[in-house]
């Protein structure tokens, strides 16, 4: 069983920065492709970006290009979101997931472990 803590949340305001961090229990990291997935109220659970399990493969959904970077670090069974240019719609709770798998994956169902989210409050 892996588990998975997120931590860097907090509040910002737009235009800010924060840098999300989430660490994983376990020696299997380093072979998984990992994720970030985001909730906002009332909607549903949406893909963010993945990374592969050698960081040789990375991907992100349109409304975070060139403003989100996803990173992983395999000796410190970390993965982290650097958010930049923040905008009061990324105003979400985000979690981060590792894959079933050890390429990138854009669908949550795809994914096996997921932590218990950190929330990130963008105001305007």
């Known amino acids: 069983q892996v588990q998975l803590a997120e931590s860097g949340g907090g509040l910002v305001q737009a235009g800010g920065s924060l840098r999300l961090s989430c660490a994983a229990s376990?020696?299997?990291?380093?072979?998984?492709?990992m994720g970030w997935f985001r909730q906002a109220p009332g909607k549903e659970r949406e893909f963010v970006a993945s990374?592969?399990?050698?960081?040789?493969?990375?991907s992100d959904v349109d409304s975070v290009k060139g403003r989100f970077t996803i990173s992983r670090d395999n000796a410190a069974n970390t993965v982290y979101l650097q958010m930049t240019s923040l905008k009061p719609e990324d105003t979400a709770n985000y979690y981060c997931?590792?894959?079933?798998?050890?390429?990138?994956?854009?669908?949550?169902?795809?994914?096996?472990?997921w932590g218990q989210g950190t929330q990130v409050i963008v105001s305007s």
């Open positions: 990374i592969s399990w050698s960081s040789y493969k990375t």
């Open positions: 376990g020696q299997t990291f380093g072979r998984y492709a």
């Open positions: 997931a590792q894959s079933k798998t050890s390429d990138i994956n854009v669908r949550a169902s795809g994914y096996a472990f």
